[in-house]
């Protein structure tokens, strides 16, 4: 063993290195993997499962990353030596990659271990996170780092040894490490002082940590303190002595309002909190305060005295809901900004009206005030008189205060005014209002929710990614979610420059006839989305002359009405609309032929049923033709199973945008892309294409994105996309590709700006041809290091192409062919000198014998194959019929034909005992040219004969034999289907017990010929060939 190892292993290694040298120079492999390197030297390592941080190759370029995200993996040790090739490393993300028990998914116990020069190896290190790990104490730290987070950690003692040195730092969050999701023996504890060491800190977050009391000792240079949700129930001077530089102060949650909790929560204690009047007053840069979420029930002008720079400040989900009507805690704040009063109410009380108190007139720089959740039911003239004047108000807050009567006019007297939220009342149309004398009066107890009324908004229809936002114009209404059923112009009087409004998911049923917004001659955004609205009239929106948006999508109710018509002619009384929403409205019969419009530039008409629409004949065939500088049409699920050259050719030739998502389209006409010269952008993602094969992309198109995903292609021709040199996006994520080759792109492969193959079942054999192509176009491969996955083999599935190289791997098969074919060779070369030495005579006389018995053994082997000519098939429990079979049928078969004699298989005589009833059964039939049936009637058979039968026939399917004959001793009896149909075939295989004894000796001999005859012999060939033995 000893000379031909050491023989063979120079050899090994000069292949290896062969074949290593030609997979480099087929291309670089992804320089950072199994990670992904993005823009500004950030390599993305998130949601990888890694277990350990990743050492990169020496040939990447490690001195350019800055940035390293490991965020959500399983690393739960990290060494001195992890980061020492990362020179230039500044931002270092470990989030959640060891988490808390409690903060465990699966509560599964977790303790990272972190060695005490991981991070002073890096002295570059300017942001770290470490939160959402199970830590217990500060690790050690290099003196460069400016952001440190330990939030959510199991840290809970901080005293000046654990920030020694961080001089640089300014930003420290420590939330969370001790609260119900993340529960504690004790509080966090900081000792005295423990931060007083950190010179330039000015950011410090202490949320949730059940702290009671201010930390003391605080550096002077903070000016973001966050301590929100927490048990500080007094404040007073000296808990923020010294902290003079503070702009934003955060003590919201700490003496909670717990009947609007969304999670657990601890009363507050009756009397607290307790403010000092003069806790704020030397904190004279304080620019933002929260006291949200405190159980107030008054204002004391006192704490905001002094407060000359607060521009923000949070009061919600207080008790406040009297004090607003009447406070003078307002009076000096006129740098005041954005105030926030929202979920002030009274318990189980909504009331009839609301006036704001008279201080608010001094807060001459407000901007944005949020008065939603206070519960009141009525919007007049007087509830926002003290806010009329003040030249700065830009948005107001009104939502969810379950209003059923608002003086909308109201809002036409705010000459700043941008944006009112009225959405998620009751308002259910115009009324006259009485102005309001008391202050807040008229009391009703209503029951009310008493859990988490700050819902979300609800989820946005896709159709508003294709509308403009209101976000720019200078006057928003958003009415959405209420009760309306009419509009009505008096609604709207003093609105004039009113340019957005929103009246989506309310419950308007009219018919608009284009008097509804008369007084709205600015509008130029309208949403009507989710109502029912009748379009008939022709003069529909007509008296907004600016109307530049208009949604009327999900109004499907009227449409879905039998025999009613709809009347779309008014689009073309709009000179200035360019943008229509008509998606999910069901759209399928009886509405106008033509949609005509010169200055339509978008359409959305997803969700319809233009399939329908397109199948009465020419009627709808040029519906959208009449759109002359239409450049974007949404046809997304239309139900179009297929899509003629024809409806693409009456499409409007100015079109850029089609698209044809989530339909059922599995065949494309791509040459009629010539149809429509302008097409920039085609989305056919999410139908049922299985292959590119029918032709390609054609010569000259415009096409620059297009977007193939989620279908179930499997096979691409050679060339489809060549000859689309303007295509620079091309989508072909989650298909059934299991391979990408370079000859479906050309010379297009190095104009991609973006080829996106994820989610497809690559076949990751060895040498697999795409992962070179891949490695050429990979800077426009998204996620290609940790996002593109093989399907197959199956110890690669789900796995990284790049789980191994796919050019160094050996074929397994390959290599076990290789050494079968060496051993053969190597053996015969050594077995046949040998033999030929010493037993050379022998050989040659046992080849010869052999050469002579194999044709002999042959014949004979072909001579006695089957042991019975025919095995016998009766029921035993008629005795007429087995007296037949034994003492007729076996006596003229066996005995009297002599040198012809047959050979029958007879249960009771030839199966073997000891033998199951199916392994006798089964060798009888396959041991027997024919299975002879003999039947005193065809009506119905079960038993043996059933089991015979599926026999005989499952021999038809496997050896394409039909051994199948059939002695029916009764022929006047009912003939079942299967009888008649085979004396149609075949007719030499039923035989009939004649009734005259004359007939009988024919019988005898068509049996004898039925038996030793193959039945393919006997079938009509005016209806088929019959079955054939294979050649």
Not at 428 to 456: C, I, K, Q
Not at 698 to 706: A, K, M
Not at 817 to 841: E, I, K, N, S
């Amino acid at each position: 063993q000893g000379p031909c190892r050491g023989a063979l292993h120079p050899l090994s290694l000069l292949v290896q290195a062969a074949v290593l040298a030609v997979a480099l120079a087929q291309g670089a492999l992804p320089a950072f993997l199994p990670c992904e390197l993005q823009r500004h030297g950030l390599v993305n390592c998130n949601w990888l499962f890694l277990k350990s941080v990743p050492h990169f190759s020496a040939a990447a370029p490690r001195g350019n990353v800055t940035s390293l995200s490991l965020y959500s993996n399983r690393i739960h040790h990290l060494h001195d030596s992890d980061f020492v090739h990362l020179s230039s490393l500044r931002h270092l993300n470990l989030k959640w990659n060891c988490p808390p028990t409690s903060l465990s998914p699966m509560h599964f116990p977790c303790h990272m271990t972190i060695e005490p020069h991981t991070f002073l190896a890096v002295p570059t290190l300017e942001e770290l996170n470490l939160s959402y790990n199970s830590i217990t104490t500060v690790p050690a730290l290099p003196s460069s780092l400016v952001s440190l987070s330990l939030s959510h950690t199991n840290i809970l003692v901080l005293d000046p040894a654990s920030l020694t040195g961080l001089h640089a730092l300014r930003f420290l969050f420590l939330d969370g490490n001790c609260y119900y999701k993340n529960p504690c023996p004790q509080a966090l504890q900081v000792a005295p002082g423990a931060l007083l060491g950190l010179g330039n800190l000015m950011h410090l977050s202490l949320k949730y940590n059940n702290l009671t009391m201010v930390p003391r000792g605080l550096p002077p240079s903070l000016e973001y303190l966050l301590l929100s949700y927490n048990h500080i129930i007094t404040l007073a001077p000296e808990d923020l002595a010294n902290l003079t530089a503070l702009r934003v102060l955060d003590v919201g949650g700490n003496c909670r309002r717990c009947d609007h909790a969304r999670n657990p929560c601890m009363e507050c204690p009756k009397g607290f909190p307790h403010l000092h009047p003069d806790t704020f007053s030397h904190l004279s840069h304080l620019e933002g305060l929260v006291l949200k979420d405190s159980s107030l029930y008054d204002l004391n002008p006192r704490w905001f005295r002094g407060l000359s720079n607060l521009t923000v400040l949070d009061l919600s989900e207080n008790f406040l809901y009297d004090c607003i009507t009447k406070t003078t805690a307002f009076q000096g704040l006129a740098q005041l900004r954005r105030l926030n009063l929202s979920f002030n109410y009274h318990k189980k009380v909504s009331f009839a009206h609301l006036r704001l108190a008279p201080s608010f007139r001094s807060l001459l720089s407000l901007q944005q005030l949020d008065m939603h959740g206070i519960f009141f039911r009525s919007l007049s003239e007087t509830t926002l008189q003290s806010l009329a004047h003040l030249p700065m108000l830009q948005r107001l807050h009104l939502q969810m205060n379950f209003i059923n009567q608002a003086q909308l006019s109201i809002f036409g007297a705010f000459p700043g005014l941008q944006y009112v939220d009225l959405s998620d009342n009751r308002i259910s149309g115009a009324t006259e209002l009485m102005a309001a004398t008391g202050e807040m009066d008229g009391g009703e107890r209503v029951w009310l929710p008493s859990g988490d009324l700050a819902l979300g908004p609800l989820d946005t229809p896709s159709s508003k990614g294709f509308m403009p936002s209101c976000k720019t114009l200078n006057f928003t209404l958003d009415l959405s979610r209420n009760n309306l059923a009419t509009i009505q112009p008096e609604m709207f009087a003093r609105l004039s420059r009113l340019q957005c409004l929103l009246l989506s998911r309310n419950s308007i049923s009219q018919a608009v006839n284009g008097s509804q917004f008369v007084p709205l001659t600015s509008l130029r955004v309208l949403d009507l989305s989710h109502n029912k609205l009748d379009l008939y009239h022709g003069r529909s929106f007509t008296e907004l002359p600016q109307l530049e948006a208009l949604d009327l999508s999900y109004n499907s109710q009227p449409f879905s009405m039998q025999g009613v018509g709809h009347n779309l002619s008014f689009v073309a009384q709009l000179p200035t609309l360019r943008y229509l929403s008509l998606a999910h409205n069901d759209i399928h019969s009886r509405v106008s032929q033509q949609l005509c419009s010169a200055s339509l530039r978008a359409l959305d008409f997803s969700g319809n049923a233009l399939s329908q629409m397109w199948a009465e004949g020419d009627l709808y065939l040029h519906f959208f033709q009449g759109l002359r500088r239409l450049v974007q049409l949404d046809l997304s699920q239309n139900r179009l199973h297929t899509l003629l050259p024809r409806n693409l050719d009456n499409l409007p030739k100015s079109l850029r945008l089609l698209r044809l998502r989530d339909n059922y389209l599995a065949f494309f006409n791509w040459s009629s892309l010539v149809l429509l010269p302008k097409l920039e952008a085609l989305d056919l993602a999410g139908n049922q294409l299985k292959a590119l094969s029918n032709g390609s992309l054609p010569n000259g198109t415009q096409l620059q994105r297009l977007d193939l995903s989620s279908n179930s292609i499997s096979f691409v021709a050679s060339g489809f996309f060549a000859l689309a040199t303007r295509l620079q996006e091309l989508n072909l994520s989650a298909n059934a590709l299991k391979t990408v080759e370079p000859s479906w792109f050309g010379s297009l492969a190095g104009v991609l700006k973006v080829l996106d193959v994820t989610g497809n079942p690559l076949h990751c054999a060895c040498g697999a041809t795409f992962v070179d192509f891949l490695l050429e176009v990979q800077a426009a491969v998204p996620g290609l290091p940790s996002h593109v996955k093989c399907g197959s083999p199956g110890q690669l599935q789900g796995r990284s192409i790049f789980a191994q190289d796919l050019r160094l791997c050996l074929d397994e098969a390959l290599s076990w062919d290789c050494f079968g074919l060496t051993l053969l060779t190597v053996a015969l070369g050594l077995a046949v000198p040998m033999l030929h030495h010493l037993c050379a005579w022998d050989l040659w006389y046992c080849f010869h014998l052999c050469l002579a018995w194999l044709p002999r053994r042959g014949r004979q082997r072909g001579a006695d194959a089957l042991r019975y000519d025919a095995f016998v098939v009766f029921d035993k429990t008629q005795s007429a019929v087995a007296d037949w079979v034994y003492n007729e049928l076996r006596v003229r078969l066996e005995e009297r034909r002599g040198r012809r004699a047959l050979r029958l298989c007879l249960e009771e005589r030839d199966w073997l005992p000891g033998k199951t009833l199916f392994e006798n059964l089964w060798a009888s039939v396959y041991s027997s040219r024919k299975t002879l049936f003999v039947l005193a009637h065809t009506d119905r058979v079960s038993g043996l004969l059933r089991a015979s039968f599926l026999l005989a026939q499952q021999r038809l399917l496997e050896d394409r034999k039909d051994v199948v004959v059939l002695v029916i001793l009764r022929p006047n009896a009912h003939r079942s289907r299967y009888v008649r149909l085979r004396q149609r075939l075949c007719r030499q295989s039923v035989l009939l017990w004649p009734h005259q004894p004359s007939g009988q000796r024919s019988f005898w001999a068509q049996l004898g010929t039925a038996l030793t005859r193959d039945n393919h012999h006997f079938y009509n060939q005016n209806f088929c060939r019959g079955p054939t033995t294979a050649e």
